[in-house]
């Protein structure tokens, strides 16, 4: 386990970690919000991993601009963190990902990510 020291914020709080990456990993999304739970940490997850079925409700139009909404809530979610995680598995990065994380870094932001990691995304031993 990490040291102590690393989990807390600059409050002495509990360190607030918000999670950024594609909605097709949701299961690898759940097991490092777990991990990171277990470990002490505040996390800050996707609102949602597939656009909502709304009656009457043309995604491909979208004029009230919803998915905008969506990306502007998780850019809060980024200013409210103490650091950015990365659920990549693979390495794999999408766009909105990579905005995400140079919205991150733009703040100073420590960003981490999943597929860097020595251990396995429910902690597990490392690797040797």
Known sequence: MEDQQALQSAEGGARIVTLCGSTK????FAQVNQRLTLEGCVVISLGMFSLPELPDYDWTVDSSDLKGRVGRVHFQKIRMADEVYVVDPGGYLGESTRREI?????????????SRERSTPTGGRPHE
């Open 102 to 114: 140079a919205y991150a870094e733009s703040l100073g932001k420590p960003v981490r990510y999943l």
């Open 25 to 28: 990993f949701e299961s690898e």
